[in-house]
């Protein structure tokens, strides 16, 4: 296969302004008030699609937003790949944390992009990535390069818990059929060290309220007579771990996938340095479960986080007052074994038992999803890392990411497709963050590699 380079660079200006226009569309998913911008937002890759070489494009309703398909069928006898993506971003706030407005895409260099990177919501979480994909197909169909049958699904409600999605894949599987999944909205280790993400952990998120008094109190007639919520809600937070950092809920690690001591050594090849993590960060020294590495912390590992909290009077100035209600959001990741619905309910009754008397406590489910790898000795995986060898001239480092994309596991089982995770993105890239950016570089090398991955899948697959 001839090299993307000279057609990504005949054409560089224009991918980065097609990318710099979908990103000023504030396509948020979680809150109503952009619906009409997540709808316009559909509407923009479907010509996109269009554009860029696919034989039939359409929206597809669902109970939520739009999903977005295409496909390019060239003959059932070739491979076919199904790309997923998400054009629905998280909300930016905080607004006042970002250095430039969050729609407003600016590029700017930095010392990990001296090429320059571009900076707003969604530049890699994941509408940068989604669209390297979209570019990739036209290359392809411009040059009359495609060597096998592709499809599209790009959907609306990933940052919301893709619950549209599910109930699409389930009505639709013939439309869906596929020999591989492939997915661009993970990361690598650095520019230098390509990896592909071979894990993904799940995920539980819900959302508990304590309730003390009818309403809220004077904290001076009724300080120390009754509950705070907040006092209450914080002390039973802080009791979910232990002094080692582990989870305290009985029976949440029971089925948690212990990792031999040849896989976490496999683990620690990976590049580290702690020095450099946390000037990153800014912290002074790591933190987290005893007995695991940093690594291991942030991927083989399932942890418990606060998102969120929240209650009585946040405003300017001060106001003497016990509130009636507290709130908090919180996330678990899983790890392999580790069932999200039986976690969740798990947490809850363990939630509800350590509640003090004078409170009540309601535990609201959200979403969540199961853990997912990927086999290296699988057919896409060894075209992956083929493609990264031709694009890289490194083989790529297989890694386990801490982060979840719950529908993986939903594809295996309604599809029976595995999936390849082949991110471009850096882990300083903020995503979910103020100052949310992607690298040119990092943009232009998946346009250059996923043609590559087309190509090598493909040959396995004929072999």
Not at 264 to 269: F, L, Q, S
Request: aromatic share 8%.
């Amino acid at each position: 296969m001839k090299s993307a380079k000279p057609y990504i660079e005949e054409h560089k200006d224009r991918f980065l302004t097609e990318l710099i226009d979908l990103l000023k569309i504030p396509s948020i998913s979680a809150d109503k008030a952009y619906a009409n911008d997540v709808i316009k937002t559909a509407d923009v890759i479907k010509e996109s699609l269009e554009k860029a070489g696919c034989d039939k494009v359409e929206i597809c309703d669902t109970p939520g937003y739009p999903i977005v398909y295409g496909e390019k069928m060239l003959d059932p006898k070739l491979p076919t790949i199904l790309v997923y993506g998400h054009y629905d971003v998280q909300p930016p706030d905080p607004i006042n944390l970002w250095d430039s407005p969050p729609f407003e895409p600016v590029i700017k260099k930095t010392e990990l992009h001296p090429e320059g990177a571009i900076f707003a919501r969604g530049s890699c979480d994941d509408k940068g990535q989604m669209y390297m994909h979209v570019k990739a197909m036209e290359y392809m169909t411009a040059t009359n390069q495609l060597p096998c049958n592709v499809k599209f699904m790009i959907e609306g409600e990933e940052e919301v818990g893709s619950e549209s999605l599910g109930w699409f894949v389930e009505r639709n599987q013939e439309k869906l059929a596929n020999d591989v999944i492939l997915i661009s909205d993970t990361g690598m280790i650095a520019n230098d060290i390509p990896s592909i993400t071979t894990g993904l952990r799940g995920l539980s998120y819900v959302e508990v309220e304590v309730t003390g008094p009818n309403r809220d109190l004077h904290s001076g007639l009724y300080g120390g007579a009754v509950a705070n919520p907040i006092n209450v809600l914080t002390k039973m937070i802080a009791s979910l771990h232990d002094d080692d950092n582990h989870i305290t809920i009985p029976g949440f690690y029971d089925k948690v996938e212990e990792l031999s001591k040849e896989e976490r050594a496999k683990m620690a090849e990976a590049p580290f340095s702690k020095e450099a993590y946390c000037k990153a960060l800014d912290i002074e020294d790591v933190y987290g479960e005893a007995g695991y590495t940093t690594n291991e912390r942030n991927s083989i590992r399932p942890t418990l986080d606060v998102n969120g909290i929240w209650g009585g009077y946040t405003g300017e100035g001060a106001k003497t007052v016990i509130a009636s209600k507290a709130y908090a959001k919180i996330s678990m990741r899983l790890v392999p074994d580790q069932n999200w619905k039986e976690i969740t309910e798990l947490f809850k009754n363990h939630f509800e038992s350590i509640a003090p008397k004078g409170v009540t406590v309601k535990v609201n489910p959200h979403h969540g999803g199961t853990a997912y790898v990927t086999p290296i000795d699988s057919l896409g995986y060894k075209a992956a890392s083929n493609a990264y060898e031709t694009t890289f001239g490194k083989t790529p480092i297989p890694q386990r990411s801490g982060g979840s994309i719950p529908i993986v596991a939903l594809f295996e089982k309604e599809l029976k497709s595995k999936t390849i995770l082949m991110g471009f993105g850096l882990d300083s890239d903020a995503i979910h963050s103020p100052n949310e950016h992607f690298g040119i570089w990092n943009y232009l090398k998946g346009i250059e590699t996923i043609p590559q991955f087309y190509h090598e899948f493909t040959k396995l697959k004929n072999s």
